[in-house]
């Protein structure tokens, strides 16, 4: 869809809405405690609906067929602080013992499928072991991100001493939970070339906002634009899983957009943004009014500038279309990537079991020593090396040389020369905002839209979010910081989107991201940027770590890699406002895996280790139970597993006496 339209005019528009699941705050209520009416505005005018107005059915079992009902445990079997995979019959779910009180949802997060009985529990909320999503327990709510969906909560009952779990047989299959959301039902009405919320671009920061909106009721006009020929798709799949198509990596189908009306307009360029008029301008000369704006266009991949570097055969992977090229040119075929960044080991990994040969080009003396530090970059690189790939580093290209316009050499600085087909080039990324040059809107030196805590810019009403920002991060003293991660393009569209109806909602979230090679995963959290130590937990030589980042003396990140769930749990600290110090992790990483000591009396045997590796900052009474036999209160030895939490233990934190 694109091309000019007539000019808009005054229309009027129906508003439906869907009310959101979430209660509204006491502050929306009215003296008489009924809901007070919102006010959104329409091209000018205000319209106001009634919560009341739109009821929802409160029984989501109504087909009698798609229940089922059954006992999973017995009430004792759990303690507070503990989760446990329950199987329902026809689909498991996840039971959640908390405060005394019991919940049930889905078991697997609806991102990519981590079983959340192996993530970390915390203040009412689950976050996945794998990416770092996190999920409301009583509502199911995703809180945090990546990934759109929330999880299917499901009835909780207690008789006889038997916890019960109802549920949806269709829900436990699923596993995932789309929001209910408003939407707009009378867009004939509109003139095509003015709408309410102009979003300029459709990644996750672009469709979060979009989704966010529509699940806080918001009910007028939303379109997105976006210089891609798709819908939004998962990005990060474009590296880590090169073959994919489009469809197959969609964040939502077709149907979701038409069901909510959330209209998104393909192969549209912004070229400039007229603040004055609440204007935006495209390429092709279309314009479109806007009442509210988010810039979320991402960045743009930095391109050689050597000798050659117009030849055939030569890839930024930008587009699905890109990555399933690179795939089907590379087979048994010789490759160099030119940079050793996420994108580049990435396309590295993949194309190992397909290429005949694959090479990586680096000016750094290692892979990732800026973000992983030497050490663990030393042991990522030695890991590649193992399957085939061969490195040159300290060194950069000079020329590309072609046979028949097609790549045939990758001539280094360094004087050697590479037979290369195929040339993929991973060597950063600038942000998309030359368009905003003379709009008026705040841009840094680097070319970033600088906005606050809840994603406004300078100019009233102008939203930005994703790569293209930098904003100040809560983690390291709201630091004005650029934080390129996939979680942190959700969390900026959903902050903007809050914003746009006025919450006053402030960004707080912990950077999260993970990288996939060879099979094996690196989880990061946190933001170590200028970080001066690594403190070193585990053998990099078997790939199984955790790595604390830190400036003077406190942590502000870790990595790992098979050390679930560390990150997850890191996060969660750090999410606390609590600090981790060196000290503290130097402990840690001394004093090894484990320690040991005496459990004593009568009452003294440990019933529920879990709940002391999550919690043993505050181990209280009731972790303590009766033993059921003599035997089992005669003292004994016992092992507390120290890898899954960050809390040092030391005798002194609990009733304990070592042996």
């Given at each position: 869809?694109?091309?000019?339209?007539?000019?808009?005019?005054?229309?009027?528009?129906?508003?439906?809405?869907?009310?959101?699941?979430?209660?509204?705050?006491?502050?929306?209520?009215?003296?008489?405690?009924?809901?007070?009416?919102?006010?959104?505005?329409?091209?000018?005018?205000?319209?106001?609906?009634?919560?009341?107005?739109?009821?929802?059915?409160?029984?989501?079992?109504?087909?009698?067929?798609?229940?089922?009902?059954?006992?999973?445990?017995?009430?004792?079997?759990?303690?507070?602080?503990?989760?446990?995979?329950?199987?329902?019959?026809?689909?498991?779910?996840?039971?959640?013992?908390?405060?005394?009180?019991?919940?049930?949802?889905?078991?697997?997060?609806?991102?990519?499928?981590?079983?959340?009985?192996?993530?970390?529990?915390?203040?009412?909320?689950?976050?996945?072991?794998?990416?770092?999503?996190?999920?409301?327990?009583?509502?199911?709510?995703?809180?945090?991100?990546?990934?759109?969906?929330?999880?299917?909560?499901?009835?909780?009952?207690?008789?006889?001493?038997?916890?019960?779990?109802?549920?949806?047989?269709?829900?436990?299959?699923?596993?995932?939970?789309?929001?209910?959301?408003?939407?707009?039902?009378?867009?004939?009405?509109?003139?095509?070339?003015?709408?309410?919320?102009?979003?300029?671009?459709?990644?996750?920061?672009?469709?979060?906002?979009?989704?966010?909106?529509?699940?806080?009721?918001?009910?007028?006009?939303?379109?997105?634009?976006?210089?891609?020929?798709?819908?939004?798709?998962?990005?990060?799949?474009?590296?880590?899983?090169?073959?994919?198509?489009?469809?197959?990596?969609?964040?939502?189908?077709?149907?979701?957009?038409?069901?909510?009306?959330?209209?998104?307009?393909?192969?549209?360029?912004?070229?400039?943004?007229?603040?004055?008029?609440?204007?935006?301008?495209?390429?092709?000369?279309?314009?479109?009014?806007?009442?509210?704006?988010?810039?979320?266009?991402?960045?743009t991949p930095k391109a050689l500038s050597c000798?050659?570097?117009?030849?055939?055969?030569?890839?930024?992977?930008?587009?699905?279309?890109?990555?399933?090229?690179?795939?089907?040119?590379?087979?048994?075929?010789?490759?160099?990537?030119?940079?050793?960044?996420?994108?580049?080991?990435?396309?590295?990994?993949?194309?190992?079991?397909?290429?005949?040969?694959?090479?990586?080009?680096?000016?750094?003396?290692?892979?990732?020593?800026?973000?992983?530090?030497?050490?663990?970059?030393?042991?990522?690189?030695?890991?590649?090396?193992?399957?085939?790939?061969?490195?040159?580093?300290?060194?950069?290209?000079?020329?590309?040389?072609?046979?028949?316009?097609?790549?045939?050499?990758?001539?280094?600085?360094?004087?050697?020369?590479?037979?290369?087909?195929?040339?993929?080039?991973?060597?950063?990324?600038?942000?998309?905002?030359?368009?905003?040059?003379?709009?008026?809107?705040?841009?840094?030196?680097?070319?970033?839209?600088?906005?606050?805590?809840?994603?406004?810019?300078?100019?009233?009403?102008?939203?930005?979010?994703?790569?293209?920002?930098?904003?100040?991060?809560?983690?390291?003293?709201?630091?004005?910081?650029?934080?390129?991660?996939?979680?942190?393009?959700?969390?900026?569209?959903?902050?903007?989107?809050?914003?746009?109806?006025?919450?006053?909602?402030?960004?707080?979230?912990?950077?999260?991201?993970?990288?996939?090679?060879?099979?094996?995963?690196?989880?990061?959290?946190?933001?170590?940027?200028?970080?001066?130590?690594?403190?070193?937990?585990g053998d990099l030589d078997e790939l199984k770590?955790?790595?604390?980042?830190?400036?003077?003396?406190?942590?502000?990140?870790?990595?790992?890699?098979?050390?679930?769930?560390?990150?997850?749990?890191?996060?969660?600290?750090?999410?606390?406002?609590?600090?981790?110090?060196?000290?503290?992790?130097?402990?840690f990483v001394r004093h090894g895996k484990y320690?040991?000591?005496?459990?004593?009396?009568?009452?003294?045997?440990?019933?529920?280790?879990?709940?002391?590796?999550?919690?043993?900052?505050?181990?209280?009474?009731?972790?303590?139970?009766?033993?059921?036999?003599?035997?089992?209160?005669?003292?004994?030895?016992?092992?507390?597993?120290?890898?899954?939490?960050?809390?040092?233990?030391?005798?002194?934190?609990?009733?304990?006496?070592?042996?």
């Amino acid at each position: 869809m694109g091309g000019c339209f007539s000019k808009p005019k005054p229309v009027e528009v129906k508003i439906e809405v869907v009310i959101p699941e979430k209660e509204r705050s006491k502050e929306e209520m009215s003296p008489n405690g009924k809901a007070s009416p919102l006010v959104y505005k329409v091209n000018g005018t205000a319209r106001h609906y009634h919560l009341e107005e739109h009821p929802i059915a409160s029984n989501p079992y109504h087909n009698p067929k798609d229940v089922v009902e059954a006992s999973v445990c017995h009430v004792k079997d759990l303690e507070n602080g503990q989760m446990r995979e329950v199987d329902l019959g026809c689909g498991k779910a996840l039971l959640i013992k908390e405060g005394g009180e019991f919940y049930a949802m889905g078991h697997k997060c609806p991102h990519y499928g981590a079983p959340l009985v192996k993530g970390v529990l915390s203040k009412g909320r689950v976050r996945c072991p794998w990416h770092g999503a996190c999920f409301n327990i009583g509502t199911g709510d995703i809180e945090d991100f990546p990934g759109l969906d929330s999880l299917p909560r499901f009835q909780v009952k207690i008789e006889k001493e038997k916890v019960y779990i109802r549920a949806s047989k269709q829900a436990l299959q699923t596993q995932r939970r789309t929001k209910m959301m408003a939407k707009c039902i009378s867009l004939s009405n509109y003139n095509l070339s003015s709408t309410n919320v102009l979003i300029i671009g459709a990644g996750a920061a672009g469709l979060v906002c979009a989704e966010t909106l529509r699940q806080e009721g918001f009910s007028d006009r939303i379109v997105m634009c976006t210089m891609d020929r798709h819908l939004p798709y998962d990005r990060p799949k474009l590296s880590k899983s090169m073959d994919s198509h489009p469809e197959q990596i969609a964040l939502r189908p077709k149907e979701f957009f038409r069901t909510y009306d959330i209209e998104v307009l393909t192969e549209m360029q912004a070229a400039a943004v007229d603040i004055k008029n609440k204007t935006a301008v495209f390429k092709d000369g279309f314009k479109m009014e806007y009442n509210k704006l988010l810039i979320a266009t991402g960045n743009t991949p930095k391109a050689l500038s050597c000798k050659g570097k117009e030849v055939e055969n030569v890839f930024n992977i930008r587009t699905p279309e890109d990555a399933n090229r690179v795939v089907k040119l590379a087979t048994s075929k010789n490759v160099v990537i030119v940079g050793a960044s996420f994108l580049g080991m990435e396309v590295a990994a993949y194309l190992t079991e397909r290429a005949h040969s694959v090479s990586v080009v680096e000016l750094e003396e290692v892979p990732f020593k800026k973000f992983f530090g030497e050490r663990v970059g030393r042991a990522v690189m030695k890991m590649f090396e193992s399957h085939r790939v061969k490195f040159y580093m300290q060194t950069e290209v000079s020329e590309l040389r072609e046979q028949e316009s097609k790549l045939k050499e990758v001539v280094l600085k360094s004087g050697k020369v590479l037979r290369a087909d195929v040339c993929v080039v991973g060597i950063g990324a600038v942000p998309a905002t030359g368009f905003l040059k003379q709009s008026g809107i705040n841009i840094d030196s680097k070319g970033f839209i600088v906005v606050n805590k809840m994603m406004q810019t300078n100019i009233p009403g102008v939203f930005a979010a994703g790569d293209a920002v930098t904003f100040p991060l809560a983690l390291r003293n709201n630091k004005k910081v650029n934080v390129p991660h996939w979680q942190m393009a959700h969390m900026h569209g959903r902050i903007a989107a809050l914003n746009m109806l006025a919450h006053g909602t402030e960004i707080s979230t912990v950077p999260y991201l993970w990288t996939a090679m060879f099979g094996k995963s690196i989880r990061y959290a946190g933001h170590g940027e200028g970080f001066d130590d690594v403190v070193i937990q585990g053998d990099l030589d078997e790939l199984k770590f955790v790595a604390f980042y830190t400036k003077s003396d406190e942590v502000v990140a870790v990595a790992s890699m098979n050390y679930d769930p560390i990150v997850s749990k890191v996060a969660e600290v750090l999410a606390a406002g609590r600090a981790i110090r060196k000290r503290d992790v130097e402990l840690f990483v001394r004093h090894g895996k484990y320690v040991q000591f005496w459990v004593l009396g009568p009452c003294g045997v440990l019933q529920n280790w879990r709940y002391v590796l999550a919690h043993g900052e505050r181990l209280l009474t009731q972790t303590w139970l009766q033993p059921p036999d003599a035997a089992l209160a005669s003292r004994r030895w016992g092992w507390l597993q120290l890898h899954s939490t960050i809390q040092i233990v030391h005798p002194s934190h609990f009733p304990l006496r070592l042996g």
